[in-house]
């Protein structure tokens, strides 16, 4: 069976980057691959993030009590992250001590991020170094940086070793295509494309008492989206969790959640409120009534990702008309932001399954000779 290695942020202290890491290995073991996560290391990058789990609504300083409960919720985290199918570890830094595979999988994730505060302009992610038969980038995306400030041409010359890419968003589309002159193929995160691990909790009304929370996702939000979302929940009595993060005007705050936690509560709560990409994903996931405020970081992969959907109406600022605002919280996903989702599904598959044929085809050979022998 070929090995297929994933290369992302898999140990970032991050909903979306653990889920998406384990989203994708589990749809490439679906397709009969032995899929595996490359546990790279870097003691850097290590300090940097668990320094950014601990005070993650920087700049402002941590309660020392919410620095204990930051704490839990990043053992959590370690713990979820050693029970996925990791390789043997190896520095970030010297990727030719990796495990070799058959195929290295690069994404999903800001990979190709160059303002990344930690990961930026890193040589692996640009397929520099690995020891692989075959490089394909799943879902990958270049994250704030914008179009205008195009591609290092050595970083181009880098993802033209590719043998096949993908991204997740508009924009990494039209700089990989202004950079190589190829329009790569536009796939859905691995947290929409694949159902195995993300499958909603069986339940009904009665039984499920988050149906009556909005779930809150994200941090340092902006006074007039807090007002609005308040002002929603008490006129229809909800209450307001705040998932991961301190955000002192919600009802409940849920600051050690593990993963597990957290994909459970967003498939269960009965609308979601949000500023971080994922917070879409996941409402888009599981079709709850959603809102969404941009972030300087995170604006040009949400509002790809919404008007890919077809689901901007989520998209909400301080202008947003009262009734706008209802609809948001209280109405499901369209029908036809589920058929969009479902199209891409196809392609998406479709584009995988291609892009990893020659492994098959030799997996086959393989076992042709091997019988023969």
């Known amino acids: 069976m070929p090995q297929v290695g994933v290369l992302t942020f898999h140990r970032c202290i991050n909903y979306g980057s653990y889920w998406q890491a384990r989203c994708l290995a589990d749809g490439l073991r679906g397709l009969g691959y032995r899929a595996v996560v490359l546990d790279h290391r870097s003691r850097r990058i290590d300090l940097a993030e668990w320094r950014c789990a601990l005070q993650p609504a920087q700049p402002g300083a941590t309660p020392p009590a919410d620095r204990r409960m930051y704490a839990r919720k990043t053992r959590r985290f370690l713990d979820a992250i050693e029970a996925l199918p990791l390789t043997r570890p190896f520095e970030l830094e010297s990727p030719q001590d990796m495990p070799r595979c058959d195929a290295v999988v690069v994404g999903s994730d800001e ?10 302009d890193c040589p692996p992610f640009f397929g520099e170094g690995l020891r692989a038969g075959r490089l394909v980038a ?4 270049f994250g704030n940086h914008p179009v205008a400030r195009g591609v290092p041409p050595h970083r181009a010359a880098a993802l033209r070793r590719f043998d096949a890419l993908s991204v997740r968003d508009g924009n ?3 700089l990989i295509a202004q950079s190589l002159g190829d329009v790569p193929a536009l796939v859905l995160d691995p947290c929409l494309q694949f159902a195995s691990a993300l499958r909603p909790p069986e339940t009904n009304g009665d039984d499920n008492p988050a149906s009556r929370c909005i779930a809150l996702y994200g941090h340092n939000f902006s006074g007039w989206f807090a007002e609005r979302v308040r002002a929603h929940a008490r006129r229809h009595g909800l209450h307001i969790v705040s998932i991961g993060y301190r955000n002192d005007w919600a009802d ?3 600051l050690t959640a593990g993963p597990e936690d957290f994909a459970r509560f967003m498939a269960l709560a009965g609308a ?5 990409f994922h917070g879409c994903v996941f409402a888009l996931r599981h079709g709850k009534p959603f809102v969404c405020e941009q972030s300087p970081y995170r604006a040009i992969k949400i509002d790809d990702l919404l008007v890919t959907l077809g689901a901007r109406r989520h998209l909400v600022d301080a202008a947003t008309a ?14 036809a932001v589920h058929a969009r989702i479902a199209a891409l599904r196809a392609t998406s598959m479709a584009y995988l399954q291609a892009a990893l044929a020659p492994l098959a085809s030799t997996a086959v050979l393989d076992a042709r000779e091997a019988r023969r022998a």
């Open 111 to 120: 990979v190709w991020n160059f303002a990344h505060p930690w990961f930026r």
């Open 138 to 141: 799943y879902a990958a995306s």
């Open 172 to 174: 990494s589309r039209a």
């Open 252 to 254: 409940v705050q849920w």
């Open 272 to 276: 979601v409120a949000t500023n971080f």
């Open 322 to 335: 009262p009734g706008n605002w209802e609809v948001g919280l209280s109405v499901p996903v369209a029908a």
